[in-house]
């Protein structure tokens, strides 16, 4: 029998540590809130929406770590099926290759096997989400740097790069472990956050674009 949404998501086998939020801080409490929402089952076009009175970065502060969590998770689970000889590019079929840089050990785009770039990903999503001048831990205390919202798009611009990844290439797996639905809905909460905050390009979602048109098509009708 398949898992809940939220039975699936609170499994251990994540492929890096998962990031965590520190108990009664403000963010630890919006984290609690989200995951109620989600649990309650509402309009997921509706439960990423800002909640009242509430500061947006914070709140997408908060989604960041958790979609971070979510999709560190998703590669976990197929991550004995992507090698180097089973994924020899991190690429999303043919008309699509991902390369990595990261402007210090690799100051050029770097074509680099799946395993290796989502390895590469996460350490480098860590280290930002680590960095409290970035992602402070107190708020209201300095508050968030102005470069905060281009380097959440930057991260959940990569972080779907991963989905675009596992659903080309990994989707036998996704179906044979009944991740399937809880794949998708995380898939469509991600899209519904991206186009409420304008964090996601459409060109960047060209290579899921039609299963994206099927699961979740409101995305399309306002994303920019």
Avoid at 125 to 143: A, K, M, R, W, Y
Avoid at 179 to 199: Q, S, T
Wanted: with cysteine; net charge positive.
């Amino acid at each position: 029998m398949a898992l809940s949404f939220t039975s699936f998501f609170a499994k251990d086998k994540t492929f890096r540590p998962k990031k965590n939020f520190e108990p009664g801080t403000l963010r630890y409490s919006l984290h609690k809130q989200a995951c109620a929402s989600l649990k309650s089952g509402l309009d997921l076009k509706e439960i990423v929406k800002l909640p009242k009175n509430e500061n947006e970065d914070d709140w997408i502060a908060v989604h960041v770590v958790d979609f971070y969590n979510r999709i560190n998770l998703i590669y976990g689970i197929i991550n004995d099926y992507c090698t180097s000889k089973t994924c020899p590019t991190m690429s999303g079929g043919p008309r699509y290759e991902y390369r990595w840089c990261d402007g210090i050990k690799y100051k050029k785009p770097t074509s680099l096997n799946a395993h290796d770039y989502m390895t590469l990903l996460m350490e480098w999503i860590e280290t930002i989400l680590n960095d409290e001048s970035i992602f402070p831990v107190q708020t209201g205390i300095g508050g968030f740097p102005k470069n905060f919202r281009s380097t959440c798009k930057k991260i959940l611009s990569r972080l779907y790069r991963v989905f675009v990844h596992v659903y080309v290439h990994h989707f036998d797996h996704i179906v044979d472990l009944q991740a399937e639905p809880h794949i998708n809905m995380c898939y469509k909460h991600f899209c519904y956050f991206c186009r409420e905050f304008d964090l996601l390009k459409k060109e960047e979602m060209a290579p899921l674009y039609d299963m994206t048109n099927r699961l979740c098509p409101e995305v399309f009708r306002i994303a920019k």
